[in-house]
Nanobody
Framework: HVQLVESGGGSVQAGESLRLSCEDS????????VGWFRQGPGKEREGVAS??????????YYAESVKGRFTISEDAAKRTLYLQMDSLKPEDTATYYC??????????????????WGQGTQVTVS
């Protein structure tokens, strides 16, 4: 099964950086497309970035709002997904979730298309 655990959130000033991690601690590393999503106060969950694990960077997509500032990567040996977030802005404030197991027929950054979710980690930018 897939069990996703995020870490690395925190409170930072605008312009600073954070790196989020998401470890698949389940019995099988899910090699389906994985991604990062976020949900701000009063907002719907939105896609941030996605990647196909173990492909050397295939299937990498970013939301327009984070292009050039965020970088998604993964370490298959550690079964861990990362999101490097640079030049953070107050509008990046949200709970960030990692997701895995993308279903066919959904866009890469469509939250409805993912089967497995972590518990979320809070990022606050002031």
């Amino acid at each position: 099964h897939v069990q996703l655990v995020e870490s690395g959130g925190g409170s930072v000033q605008a312009g600073e950086s954070l790196r989020l991690s998401c470890e698949d601690s389940g019995s099988k590393y899910n090699r389906n497309c994985v991604g990062w999503f976020r949900q701000g106060p009063g907002k719907e969950r939105e896609g941030v970035a996605s990647i196909y694990p173990g492909t050397g960077g295939a299937g990498v997509y970013y939301a327009e709002s984070v292009k050039g500032r965020f970088t998604i990567s993964e370490d298959a040996a550690k079964r861990t997904l990362y999101l490097q977030m640079d030049s953070l802005k107050p509008e990046d404030t949200a709970t960030y979730y990692c997701a895995a197991g993308r279903k066919n027929g959904f866009a890469y950054l469509d939250a409805r298309g993912y089967r497995y979710w972590g518990q979320g980690t809070q990022v606050t930018v002031s």
